[in-house]
């Protein structure tokens, strides 16, 4: 019943001393401390109140206790006192107090210093209305307290309506998580985590302050680090799951991000190590800008005109680097086949007119310079090939055949199809660093693979022709060796198409689509015998898009 | 058989009191009585003749032995009253608390103290709601000596409680008494309570605060305190009443106002306001306007309220200059006009990293500075104005990744604020002069300190106070201050002497809280005795005294027309108190902690308040303040208070609130991390 017991007391005076203490007084001393101890803790009550807060610390009590004109206990304040209570007892609580050595306690390092106060400020409400930005709280808090309420008390402007103010301040939550992010990407964007702070960015709600940062962040870092491969691909991949995430409003910023952006399609060089495979950063870029044009072209209406601009320039600028051009052309390939078609394939012949002699190992001695020039005509291929493709799928009729073809192929060629479908599928990359390896391996150049893959590979090419009745036509001299065996019955149409004349029913069809009708002869006029390497992407590309 | 427990009665109670002689003569003359029984007859006849007094005898005899009578008569009546009518049991409901407490100061007094402890523990949950902290306060005292030390125990002895209660259930408490032979509890009725007996019908349920309350002065004291006269005007000439004049840039609304002023009818007006007589222009801050979009429909209803009377002001006020004024006339004519309908603009400003140690913040009336006191004796300020360039122009320029203060942290150690230090302990409260220029502060060291913001440095120590003083506030046109303290009293300064004006005593706790009234005349204070009092400044005396909180007094504000005022407590209750007559308007329940901060916007139609369960509200106070007049709070239940609208923060307890001349709210807390 009483909280100070009189054993306790006849203890406390033994402690101190007092040994001869008659038992008649216990009790009353007993009833006089807890009096005492109540008055004070009503003290410290008012002391907790006048420094504003509703939890009493021991600095309180030491308070009341210099109100009473009393010497304070001096008692550590703040949270490292946690009273525990005693196993099997209701009422005893106790202090952990444990041993510190004290070597310990020299050797360590000095504690970082508690940040400063500081104040920040925000608008917790305009007009009565509380914008939805992370310093206020947030809609589930709005809502619970009005659920505990009694309803005499409804309040009239229950309605939430938010609205966004201009200038913000960063609450600490964020700013730590920004710091969090910014953090992983700079340093360890290879590790599970980061992929989890992708996937954090990409779904998360309320992260729309920090877009400004992000798109800050991005910018000063691709500009500062044009030369690590890692981070920017790290960044893109950061800008592609903000763009992912459906709460962020990035439109407004894009004038920032697509600087950046471009940077990585179409720099001069991106990363400076040989390994650092930057044709694949090139490639994720393209796909990233073409999901924005995509995304934000309605809205924005000159996006997609600025990037093509982007793009077209720095692809007929014969004075940039094949990396630039191909960065280019991917990034045209991107953005879809009627630009490819507008803006690619107008320039295809003066382009490979410049382009075929760098291809060569009699006019180019320099190997990497070579095998750039390689890429980028991977990349045209692919790009023609693309749109040729895109032209096709809109006659049916011309469609259907060749898969036919292909399925009454004999097994050789079932082999080799299905594997080659899957590398498309899995990445158009797939494609290109077989081919890398390739002239990689092969020091002498690409012709002498050639030789080595072709019979596989014609073997298949013969028997769908075959099937479809189309004269073999002959391959080109510098046919690359790894577009052969992707081909299927698609580049024998193609074939039949390259000799529109003799084939009557496709000429019939090609009249009827006129837009194909009229590029596609032209188109083939243009290339002449280079057309059949580009005949024979568009499944790899058709697959991968 | 009667006659035996009646003789073992009487045995007891001589064996008890030590007649040990009687005792034995009692004894033989039993044992002699019972040998001859035939003969007894008569004595017994005589015995019976008189049932009343054996009876009596027989409850005496218990009374004295066994102090859990106090138990039993407290619980009876207890049950007696929870199974009476519905329409009379709120009123006799009222009755159980003070008969309880009484019952357990009893005890003490008489000694039985594990009694007293066990009656307390078995019947305290029935008045938990009500009455918490004067249980908690009782609960501690354990002996006679207590009751004699304790002062809000020793005042309750001392004083009766005043309950009202209408005539039937008076006399059916009264029956019940008598038919019960209660005589302990009639004696503490009897004893402690002072029956307001009033005829016809049982009054409502919500007047209970008004109807009973415990103070030591009583309510007798109070009412004849709150007959007193009391000018609540506001100023003549004030800036806003010359704005006023000027006329042209005003809204129509606000043109008719000046109109109405003419139409004063209270009898407390000194004077009418036509003319400014007075020489020295007066710096006037805020107006009696009730007014804006809905002050309209406020005026049709009561005019004494629309039109605040002007008085002079009791003391010499300084004078302002010349550019000062037209700054303070710019912002009032910019001055957003606001109503229930259109709400304010809230400027928060979170304290961060103070590691539990802000005890309060003030804000300038611009809101540009803001100061917070701390636990560690400093006095921190801030100059929101630049931080807020710096704040911009981060946003706007180098987007990085550290926003402000962590970048003026790190800055080669450049703080943000400007530190003031002087104060030896905790510094409790801090008030800016209504220009900015100067910052007061008032510590657990018994001091208040006077700072110049343009020069950062402390130049007056004003020492008076024996105790911690908690609040220290500027008069509405600065050179005045007032100061709270632990020490009951309140004194008045000026801040060119060393000594206080005048010391205010009168309160029976700690005054807690303090606020001038808007025409300088008077100030409130708000107290740890539950009571808010309203104290002339020029003589000195209490002129009122607001009864009906039901915990400590934490926040004060005056109505800019000077009629109303509102006190918010430490259980999240603010009342709105007519100045005039010392009642309460409304009570305005809606806060579920304590009630750090009030604020009422310039015109007076919205009163803001902010608590530690970090929410900022607004409430309406045209409709409030206008419900008594159309007497709808005697039919009770429509919905007196209006909330307009609850502002919640993220975990941050609202400290301070302040309205900028413009109308824009300032807030300011600190961010706590175990909310």
């Known amino acids: ?545 | 058989m009667e006659e035996e427990v009646l003789d073992k009665a009487v045995f007891m109670y001589l064996k008890k009191k030590g007649f040990t002689q009687t005792e034995q003569i009692f004894q033989q003359e039993q044992q002699s009585k019972n040998k001859n029984s035939s003969s007894s007859i008569n004595a017994t006849d005589v015995s019976l003749s008189d049932p009343d007094l054996a009876k009596q005898i027989l409850t005496f005899s218990q009374s004295e032995s066994i102090p859990a009578l106090y138990h039993d008569g407290y619980s009876k009546l207890r049950s007696w009253t929870y199974s009476s009518l519905d329409l009379y049991k709120h009123e006799l409901l009222r009755v159980l608390y003070p008969v309880f407490i009484h019952c357990f100061m009893d005890l003490i007094a008489k000694g039985h103290l594990q009694e007293a402890r066990t009656f307390f523990n078995s019947f305290r949950e029935d008045h938990e709601m009500m009455h918490s902290r004067d249980l908690t306060k009782l609960e501690g005292v354990l002996s006679p000596s207590h009751l004699e030390e304790m002062e809000f125990a020793h005042s309750l002895r001392q004083s009766k409680v005043n309950i009202k209660i209408c005539q039937y259930s008076y006399e059916l408490l009264l029956q019940y008494l008598h038919k019960t032979q209660s005589i302990t509890m009639l004696g503490i009725i009897n004893e402690h309570i002072n029956f307001q007996v009033s005829p016809g019908q049982p009054s409502s349920i919500s007047d209970d605060a008004e109807a009973f309350s415990l103070v030591g002065s009583g309510q007798d004291a109070a009412n004849l305190i709150n007959q007193k006269e009391i000018h609540w005007g506001l100023l003549e000439d004030s800036l806003e009443e010359r704005l006023d004049k000027a006329g042209g840039l005003l809204s129509d609304s606000e043109k008719t106002e000046g109109d109405a002023k003419e139409g004063d009818l209270d009898e407390n007006k000194k004077k009418s306001t036509e003319g400014g007589k007075q020489g020295g222009p007066l710096k006037k801050l805020k107006k009696d306007k009730v007014a804006g979009a809905a002050g309209k429909g406020a005026r049709g209803e009561g005019e004494k309220a629309s039109a605040a009377p002007r008085v002079k002001p009791e003391l010499t006020l300084p004078t302002i200059p010349t550019d000062v004024e037209h700054s303070i006339l710019e912002d009032l004519r910019n001055r957003v006009q606001l109503s229930n309908s259109t709400l304010p603009s809230v400027s928060f400003y979170t304290f961060i990293n103070t590691h539990n140690g802000l005890n309060c913040s003030s804000i300038s009336h611009d809101g540009s500075l803001v100061a917070g006191g701390f636990s560690d004796s400093s006095l921190k300020v801030w100059d929101m104005a630049k931080l807020g360039r710096m704040g911009s122009s981060m946003l706007q320029g180098e987007n990085d990744s550290a926003p402000n203060e962590n970048t003026l942290g790190s800055n080669g150690g450049k703080r943000s604020y400007t530190l003031y230090q002087g104060h030896s302990g905790p510094v409790y409260s801090a008030s800016f002069s209504p220009l900015g220029d100067f910052l007061l502060s008032s510590s657990s060291d018994s001091t208040i300190r006077l700072w110049s913001t343009k020069f950062n440095a402390n130049i007056v120590c004003y020492k008076g106070h024996n105790y911690p003083v908690w609040d220290v506030q500027f008069s509405p046109f600065g050179h005045y201050f007032a100061s709270a303290s632990h020490d009951r009293t309140v004194r008045i300064w000026s801040m060119d002497r060393i000594q206080p004006l005048r010391i205010l005593a009168g309160h029976l706790s700690d005054v807690d809280c303090v606020q001038w009234h808007m025409n300088c005349n008077y100030i409130a204070t708000g107290s740890s005795d539950k009571t808010v009092r309203l104290w002339d400044v020029q003589s000195g005396e209490c002129i009122r005294i607001f009864i009906g909180h039901r915990s400590m007094i934490l926040s004060l504000a005056m109505s800019p027309d000077g009629r109303y005022m509102a006190s918010g407590d430490e259980d999240g209750t603010i009342m709105m108190w007519d100045v005039s007559n010392g009642r309460c308007v409304t009570p305005l329940v809606g806060h579920t902690s304590c009630v750090w901060s009030l604020a009422f916007s310039c015109e007076g139609s919205l009163l803001a308040s902010g608590s530690a369960d970090s929410t900022v509200k607004l409430w309406d106070v045209n409709t409030s303040a206008k419900m008594p007049k159309s007497e709808e709070t005697r039919s009770g239940n429509t919905n007196r208070l209006r909330s307009l609208k609850t502002l919640p923060t993220k975990s941050t307890p609202v400290y301070a609130l302040r309205f900028s001349r413009r109308n824009l709210l300032f807030a300011a807390g600190a961010l706590s991390t175990n909310v």
Request: hydrophobic content about 40%; proline content about 6%; overall charge neutral.
């Open chain 1, 1 to 545: 019943m009483n909280i100070v017991e009189k054993e306790s007391i006849e203890v406390i005076a033994q402690s101190i001393g007092v040994g001869n203490l008659s038992p008649d007084v216990l009790p009353s001393l007993a009833a006089d401390i807890e009096y005492r101890i109540s008055e004070i803790m009503q003290e410290a009550v008012k002391c907790m109140r006048h420094a504003k807060r509703t939890a009493m610390t021991s600095d309180d009590v030491d308070s009341a206790l210099e109100l009473r004109k009393m010497e304070p206990i001096y008692v550590a304040s703040g949270d490292s006192l946690r009273f525990k209570r005693a196993a099997r007892h209701k009422d005893l609580f106790y202090v952990e107090d444990k041993d510190v050595e004290f070597r310990e306690v020299i050797a360590a390092a000095l504690p970082k210093a508690p940040p400063d106060t500081a104040v920040v400020n925000h608008w917790l409400a305009i007009e009565g209305v509380q914008p939805a930005i992370p310093e206020n709280a947030s809609l589930e808090a709005l809502l619970t307290p009005f659920d505990n309420k009694k309803p005499d008390y409804k309040e009239d402007g229950v309605s939430i309506d938010i609205k966004t103010p201009v200038k913000h301040v960063l609450s600490i939550e964020l700013q730590l998580y920004f710091e969090k992010i910014t953090d992983l990407t700079v340093s360890r964007s290879n590790s599970i985590i980061f992929n989890k702070a992708l996937l954090s960015l990409a779904t998360d709600v309320g992260l729309h302050p920090l877009v400004p940062y992000f798109i800050y962040f991005v910018a000063e870092e691709v500009t500062r680090n044009l030369n690590n491969f890692q981070l920017l691909f790290a960044l893109m991949r950061l800008v592609r799951s903000l763009l992912q995430n459906p709460f962020l409003h990035i439109e407004p910023y894009l004038h920032q991000l697509m600087p950046s952006v471009m940077t990585c399609l179409v720099a001069k060089s991106l990363g400076n190590k040989l390994t650092d495979n930057h044709w694949e950063l090139r490639n994720f870029t393209a796909n990233l800008v073409a999901s924005i044009c995509r995304r934000f072209g309605n809205g924005y209406h000159n996006l997609q005109l600025r990037v093509t601009r982007t793009l077209l320039h720095a692809f007929l600028d014969p004075a940039k680097a094949f990396p630039q051009h191909y960065g280019a052309i991917k990034g045209i390939t991107a953005l879809g086949s009627s630009v490819v078609r507008l803006l690619l394939l107008p320039n295809l012949d003066p382009y490979l007119h410049f382009l075929e002699p760098e291809m060569q190992l009699e006019n180019q001695k320099n190997e990497s310079r070579r095998h750039e020039a390689w890429q980028v005509h991977g990349a045209l291929m692919c790009a023609a090939g693309l749109c040729i493709y895109n032209q096709l799928k809109m006659i049916p009729n011309l469609f259907s055949p060749p898969t036919h073809a292909i399925w009454k192929s004999n097994g050789n060629d079932l082999t080799i199809n299905p594997n080659k479908r899957k590398a498309g599928i899995n990445n158009l990359m797939m494609e290109q660093t077989l081919k890398k390896t390739a002239t990689g391996d092969g020091s002498v150049g690409g012709q002498h693979l050639v030789k080595v893959e072709v019979p596989g590979a014609s073997s298949g090419f013969s028997i769908t022709r075959g099937a479809s009745d189309v004269g073999v036509h002959p391959l080109p001299r510098f046919l690359p060796n790894d577009t052969i065996p992707g081909s299927s019955g698609r580049r024998d149409k193609f074939g039949s198409v390259a000799q529109t004349s003799s084939s009557v029913a496709v000429a019939r069809a090609w009249k009827k689509e006129i837009n194909a009708g009229h590029l596609l002869p032209k188109l083939y006029d243009l290339f002449g015998e280079s057309m059949l390497p580009f005949v024979l992407s568009p499944e790899l590309c058709n697959i991968f898009i």
